[in-house]
């Protein structure tokens, strides 16, 4: 009949439909997205939450990420003379004009962690002295470049036409400006070399003299005298190590990029067993490398020193381009250009700017790289959850379509009408969007590669598993339903034994799709609460609509016998 055939086409037409897709991956990615953050990571793009799961190289910065950003003064050089601030009582006066000299070259309230310890290091130690200018303000700046890594502060000096130079920046840079003989400068460098093979960041320190109303072009034009180096220690941050060591066993490669001196970085490197390859790489050696000869590099090398912005993006685009999927984490203005280019960008909540915040896909609260390797392990987390509520949707649309379809072509009585449907897809989607979202990590998530990019959760084996899964359960329904129409069994108590089967084979569906390798009843008690409750919850709504008789005759349902429990219980037990 004409009545009949319309509600078979609209209850086809619902079980055919999976509307559950859109629901998955709205919720799956927006909760994704809420748990990160309560591991200090805020989300700012939610595609970046899948991409989590794939990322196979992570670029860090060593400052505040690696490190705890608590810089403080450690160690002086001066005059061949040294001094370790670890147990003195006092600051030879040796060392004074180097402080001095290191203070000017230093904002007086500044924001770099470098500053505030120079800062703090002067005041501690000169305080009552003559060497101390709290009340000098600087005429102009000459700030870092990429061409000079060192900036110069200019004061007035005894007369208006003359002024006082202080200057800080890489130890090679000053030395450059100081124009040292060359086996001055190899003294220099020696030097510097043994303060960073101790884990130090170093910094080289001048002073000038200039006389003239007209400001140079260049820092060059001036004359300096070099008076030493100021060695500044921040120690690595305690978590990192086995943080860096997760990253290992989940395939991801680390790569630090820095711009301190290369042995600064093995150093760092070494303390948290990030990498214990001798060859690093620094940012000019890679600007005299083509494309092919920089990726071949790349191969042997996890370290990258002396590093720039624009070194770090093409770095970043290299990577990409070889097939890698790439995290990279930044904090400054000139960082947001690579932060971009990368599959997932991470700016620095604590010290980050605002520039690259905007940039970032990923903000880290915390600024620990710690928190980092927490998002990547929800990110695969997420899409392991993802993959499973698919495969899920798949096996239980082709019953549902199945029984739809198949009585229609057979001339027998219709078995699921579109009110059946509504029902089902109220059991389906919750347990898709909670059950499926909530379910614990698996005990080798971070054990196993990373997964390819292509990688979907709409993949030719993911699918044909769950048409695999669901056929074998629409032909058991099928046949028991056939059996009993030939038996002469009521219609609606055929029906009533189906549907029930069939809801008991929806929740049976949800605990074989948790995970296949585990037996099915195990996944009762598996760390997930939300089967527990769905499964009350689904026994509640057969309870009210097979209790109440007008639900009953709506959905074409029977008070069920013996035998049609007997007949569901049947049809599950093969």
Not at 3 to 29: D, H, K, N, R
Not at 32 to 58: D, H, M, P, Q, Y
Request: aromatic share 6%; with cysteine.
């Amino acid at each position: 009949g004409f009545l009949q055939s319309m509600l078979a086409g609209i209850a086809l037409a619902m079980a055919i439909l999976p509307e559950e897709i859109p629901v998955i991956l709205t919720v799956f990615l927006a909760l994704g997205a809420w748990r990160i953050s309560k591991r200090k990571v805020l989300t700012r793009r939610v595609s970046a939450v899948e991409s989590l799961g794939a990322i196979s190289v992570l670029a860090v910065d060593k400052t505040g990420t690696l490190t705890q950003n608590r810089m403080r003064v450690a160690e002086l050089a001066a005059d061949h003379r040294a001094f370790v601030d670890e147990g003195a009582d006092d600051l030879p006066e040796t060392f004074h004009e180097l402080v001095e000299f290191a203070m000017l070259a230093t904002p007086i309230d500044p924001f770099d962690p470098m500053e505030k310890a120079i800062q703090s290091f002067g005041l501690r130690w000169l305080t009552g002295t003559e060497h101390v200018h709290a009340e000098i303000t600087s005429e102009f700046e000459y700030g870092l470049s990429p061409e000079i890594l060192a900036m110069t502060r200019v004061f007035h000096d005894s007369s208006p036409s003359r002024h006082r130079l202080a200057t800080k920046g890489a130890p090679e840079a000053v030395a450059d400006l100081c124009h040292l003989p060359q086996d001055r400068r190899d003294e220099i460098l020696h030097e510097v070399e043994a303060m960073a093979e101790r884990g130090l960041r170093v910094l080289g320190v001048a002073r000038g003299e200039w006389e003239g109303t007209a400001w140079p072009q260049s820092q060059h034009e001036f004359t300096f005298r070099f008076l030493g180096l100021v060695g500044f220690e921040d120690p690595p941050r305690p978590e990192v190590a086995e943080a860096i060591a997760e990253c290992r066993a989940a395939g991801v490669r680390i790569l630090m990029l820095t711009g301190d001196h290369p042995a600064t970085a093995r150093a760092i490197a070494r303390k948290v067993g990030l990498s214990e390859r001798p060859e690093i790489i620094s940012g000019a050696e890679m600007d005299t490398l083509d494309d092919e000869a920089l990726r071949e590099r790349m191969r042997h090398v996890d370290l990258c020193a002396r590093m720039l912005p624009v070194q770090k993006l093409r770095l970043v685009q290299l990577l990409r381009q070889g097939g890698a999927v790439v995290a990279m984490t930044g904090d400054g203005v000139n960082d947001a250009p690579a932060l971009k280019a990368a599959d997932v960008g991470i700016a620095m909540g604590e010290r980050g700017t605002d520039v690259a915040r905007e940039a970032a896909a990923l903000v880290l609260l915390d600024d620990s790289f710690a928190s980092i390797v927490a998002a990547i392990r929800q990110g695969r987390r997420i899409f392991d959850n993802i993959t499973k509520a698919t495969r899920f949707v798949f096996a239980v649309h082709v019953p549902i379509i199945a029984l739809a379809l198949v009585p229609t072509l057979l001339h027998w009585p219709a078995l699921l009408v579109p009110v059946l449907i509504v029902l089902l897809e109220l059991m389906i989607d919750p347990a898709c969007s909670i059950v499926f979202e909530a379910e614990p990590e698996a005990a080798n998530v971070m054990l196993r590669p990373p997964r390819s990019p292509s990688e979907s959760p709409f993949a030719g084996n993911n699918v044909f598993h769950a048409v695999l899964q669901g056929s074998g359960f629409a032909a058991v329904l099928l046949l028991g339903y056939g059996l009993l129409l030939t038996r002469s069994a009521d219609p609606a108590q055929a029906r009533t034994a189906v549907f029930f089967a069939l809801v008991a084979g929806v929740f049976l569906l949800t605990l074989a799709n948790r995970d296949p390798s585990r037996f099915l009843l195990a996944g009762m008690t598996a760390g997930n609460p939300w089967i527990l409750r769905m499964f009350v919850g689904v026994l509640a709504m057969l309870v009210a609509m097979i209790g109440i008789p007008l639900f009953r005759t709506l959905m074409g349902l029977a008070m069920p016998d013996m035998a049609t429990l007997a007949a569901a219980v049947s049809m599950l037990g093969i």
